[in-house]
């Protein structure tokens, strides 16, 4: 009887719910698994997404940060070589232009090692620092470049800092000491609080020597290892190897925690941006995501085992059966409720078996539209009606029943009209239905196409960033070798852009940026890629049909034309115009760096050559570069050689006809090519900053001369608008004169109104100052800027020269002569004396004469001539002999 009884029980178990029971324990074991693996191999591929990004930021970030201590040590060694005697480096660090948030202090030492001057105070003068790495580094440098050393405890303060350093070269080359820069490396801590990353995660700085210059992270600890030394070689030989990559590490620096590290070898700098996520961070959502598998799959496990057991017990007890049936499937439905993801399950004819509240609500369905039975046809259907499918409905239907009938596990994402995103996982079971599961993935694709926005997108204008730009052409030139097609690259740059902030504020000239975004979005073709690089400088990226550039040229013109409109800005209404530098391949190159160079050598062109204009790269733009660069070190030799000299032209009384003063005139007497004239060398010397020392040489220069001649004659020199940028222009005019002995009533300096339109407030507050001294001031080229009249009320002016424009053809043309007559009387009215400039005929003198200039310049009284020549001719005529009048001079 036993034995019968346990055959009996064990046959009960013979029935569908048992290999019904088993099939879905199969299912949902592999489901669980899938589900598992996926959110794993998810969390891995998320996680390398995401380093790279961050590793990409935090590049930038250190970059910048480096560039802006290095511009700070800059300004600060020319502030303290431009007037070593007189330089205050408490007064120079108060300049709101200088500051830096992450620098702890700055210092200058001499070439002995010995501190001459500290941002920390005077207590720190005189001590000796000549055997820190950052000072003997820069005594064994060959060339002039910033050095970053290890962090260490900073005495003055207490702290840790990393220490940039530049060395200081005198006068005649030798060494004359170092500039440097402490910085505080646990400010990367807000930066990494900022990113986020992760409790036990990390963000380090390391140098190619293994030290450790910054680290943050969510735990102290991890914190204390700045100033020790990488225990991962691992990490030094791939950045050797590869400017950037990823690898797992188990241990490090942070601990014995196993990291997935990303890093980037710093753009210019012997350094190693690092981001490690460890492990607990990246799986962590994985691994909560399992504990509620497990226990939904447990919880399914149980409820199937009683399900099988029940069943069994069915048998034995038929008058139980319906209760029992009830019991298990209130069981059933309850676990499937539970599930945070949607679950559908089907048979071989595509009618569905079970479901739960998850799938249902996912898709915007009700309860009886999904009762089991139902056709997966019918279902679709409702969900169309719900506008919860992908677009092209009939497409969708015939591809998912296609993929019904296909038997094969699959994984896929639908993107539905709603927005949302939906991951489907398909499994099969034994009978030749299938389960799928259906996961909302929404939140997870936005926190992916965030991170893509921010990584390759500007943030002011929407516009495609440098990066994303570059790897545009890098796409476009890729195609032009495969399939032979041609594109080209525009840059542009806005004229005169800075004059805007400079003026009106950064914030309206961020608003013009962004207009201008939206006027280049408007012009350009559908194909056709809009980019800002950074500032003020944009670029189109322009497909090529047939490789026609002539259109090139259409687009350009568009671009020009649309910017050139004026740009309502609220408040103000502002004109600016742009540069645009043209480069198109294959013609003009086929590699992504060389058509940019191009372009960007057809821009100087387009604003050389007066701006609001663009111009096509032609080869000889590159050997006008090369001159420009070999001019640009010629200059700088030729300062060096003392192979500058200086011209004077007279300036006469237009009554008595004598000499009353003189204009200095720079020449470049250059070894082969001779004598050079200014305007093929201002310029250039303008552009690079060799102004303010060719400057300086000629202010002092023209005073020593002039100090030689007659009380009652003047000398008066030209200003560049680029020496205003110095801080002292005041005190090295103060100084020329003191050395010279030269009253200051004896200068002239004459400036032209860009003066005025650029910084104009602190423009203005210098020439005060200057004017104040005694120093007589000029306003040069009067008459042909944009609104020169304004200017005679911004400031008192000692006198204006009449543009040798106007003069020219003061005989021949009424208007010109009317507008010397106007602006003869204007002076006169305002107590302004009046130059004419370029008199070359006595015609001409006797015009300017009755219209009541009161002095005259040009050929006609003489050209340019060196200090010797004066000395012997020019000031014996000072007298008022009347040879002077034709000497030079054209007939009549």
């Known amino acids: 009887m036993e034995t019968s009884g346990r055959k009996l029980w064990l046959r009960s178990f013979l029935q569908p719910v048992t290999y019904l029971g088993l099939a879905f324990s199969a299912v949902l ?346 056709p997966l046809l019918d279902i679709l259907k409702a969900r169309d009606a719900a506008g919860s499918t992908p677009r092209g409905i009939g497409e969708y239907i015939e591809r998912r029943l296609r993929n019904a009938k296909s038997q094969t596990v699959q994984t896929f994402n639908e993107e539905l009209t709603d927005g949302r995103t939906i991951g489907i996982y398909l499994g099969l079971t034994p009978d030749g239905g299938w389960v799928a599961v259906h996961q909302d993935i929404t939140a997870q694709k936005q926190a992916e196409a965030e991170i893509t926005q921010l990584a390759h997108y500007d943030a002011l204008t929407g516009l495609a960033n440098r990066v994303l730009f570059l790897r545009h052409v890098q796409n476009a030139t890729a195609a032009c070798h495969a399939r032979g097609t041609a594109f080209a690259v525009h840059i542009l740059d806005l004229d005169r852009f800075k004059e805007v902030n400079d003026t009106l504020g950064h914030a309206c000239g961020d608003q013009l940026l962004a207009a201008v975004a939206h006027r280049l979005r408007t012009v350009v073709g559908q194909d056709d890629i809009v980019a800002r690089l950074g500032g003020d400088e944009f670029a189109i990226l322009q497909p090529l049909p047939a490789g026609c550039l002539s259109d090139t040229g259409v687009l350009a013109n568009r671009a020009l034309d649309a910017i050139a409109a004026p740009f309502d800005l609220g408040d103000h209404q502002i004109n600016v115009e742009t540069s645009i530098g043209i480069a198109a391949a294959p013609g003009h190159g086929d590699e992504a760096e060389e058509l940019l160079k191009k372009a960007d050598l057809a821009l100087y062109r387009a604003k050389s050559e007066g701006r609001n204009n663009y111009r096509i790269f032609q080869p000889e733009m590159e050997l006008a570069a090369r001159a420009r660069h070999v001019m640009q070190i010629e200059l700088r030799r030729a300062l060096a050689n003392d192979e500058f000299e200086l011209h004077y032209q007279p300036i006469v009384d237009a009554v008595t006809q004598t000499v009353c003063g003189l204009e200095a005139l720079v020449r470049w007497r250059h070894p082969e090519d001779g004598l050079v004239p200014p305007d093929k060398f201002i310029p250039l010397a303008e552009e690079t900053g060799l102004i303010d020392p060719l400057g300086e040489w000629v202010l002092r220069t023209a005073c020593r001369d002039a100090a030689s001649w007659p009380e009652h004659i003047t000398v008066a020199v030209n200003l560049s608008p680029e020496q205003f940028r110095k801080r002292d222009l005041t005190e090295i005019v103060h100084s020329a004169l003191d050395d010279a002995a030269l009253p200051p009533w004896r200068l002239e300096l004459e400036v032209t109104e860009s003066v005025l339109l650029q910084n104009n407030e602190s423009n203005v507050s210098v020439l005060h100052r200057l004017r104040e001294r005694g120093t007589s001031i000029a306003l040069d080229d009067f008459g042909i800027g944009y609104s020169s009249l304004s200017y005679l009320t911004a400031f008192p002016f000692d006198r204006i020269k009449i543009d040798r424009s106007f003069v020219a053809n003061v005989v021949h043309r009424t208007d010109c002569a009317a507008i010397v007559g106007a602006i003869t009387g204007l002076a006169r009215s305002m107590d302004i004396a009046t130059t004419a400039e370029g008199v070359e005929t006595r015609e001409q003198m006797t015009m300017l004469r009755a219209a009541g200039c009161g002095h005259m310049q040009g050929y006609l009284f003489g050209r340019p001539r060196p200090k010797a020549d004066i000395d012997r001719d020019i000031l014996g005529l000072a007298e008022g002999s009347p040879r002077l009048l034709v000497s030079g001079a054209r007939a009549s």
């Open 29 to 374: 074991l592999a489901g669980l698994i899938y589900l598992i693996n996926k959110d794993r191999e998810d969390a891995v591929e998320i996680a390398a997404r995401n380093g790279r990004n961050l590793v990409q930021v935090f590049e930038g970030y250190m970059v910048r940060t480096i560039q802006s201590a290095d511009t700070t040590l800059r300004i600060l060694r020319a502030a303290y070589l431009s007037d070593p005697a007189h330089f205050s480096i408490s007064r120079w660090a108060q300049n709101p232009d200088v500051k830096n948030d992450l620098a702890l202090q700055f210092t200058i030492a001499g070439a002995d090692g010995k501190v001459v001057a500290s941002t920390f105070g005077p207590s720190l003068v005189g001590h000796d620092i000549s055997l820190r790495e950052h000072f003997y580094s820069q005594i064994r440098a060959t060339t002039d470049s910033v050095f970053i050393g290890k962090p260490y405890v900073l005495p003055t303060r207490g702290k840790l800092s990393i220490v940039l350093s530049r060395r200081i070269i005198l006068d005649d080359g030798s060494f004359g000491g170092i500039v440097s820069a402490a910085l505080d490396p646990t400010q990367l801590q807000k930066f990494y609080e900022v990113l986020d990353l992760g409790r036990e995660s990390t963000a380090s700085l390391v140098g190619f020597d293994g030290f450790v210059r910054a680290r943050g992270s969510g735990v102290a600890i991890h914190r204390d290892v700045i100033g020790s030394v990488v225990r991962n070689s691992a990490l030094i030989a791939r950045a050797k190897a590869a400017a950037h990559g990823t690898y797992w590490n188990n241990g490090g620096t942070a601990g014995k925690t196993a990291r997935m590290l990303t890093y980037r070898v710093v753009a210019g700098y012997p350094l190693i941006a690092l981001v490690g996520l460890a492990d607990s961070d990246i799986y962590r959502h994985a691994n909560q995501n399992a504990q509620i598998y497990y226990g939904i799959f447990f919880a399914l496990l149980a409820a199937i085992l009683s399900a099988i057991v029940y069943g069994a017990a069915r048998e034995r007890k038929l008058t139980q059966t319906a209760a029992s049936l009830k019991r298990t499937n209130d069981m059933f439905e309850s676990a499937l409720a539970s599930l945070p993801v949607g679950l559908s399950i089907y048979d071989s004819e595509q009618r569905l078996l079970a479901r739960n509240k998850s799938y249902w609500k996912m898709y915007g369905l009700t309860a009886e539209q999904t009762l089991p039975g139902t």
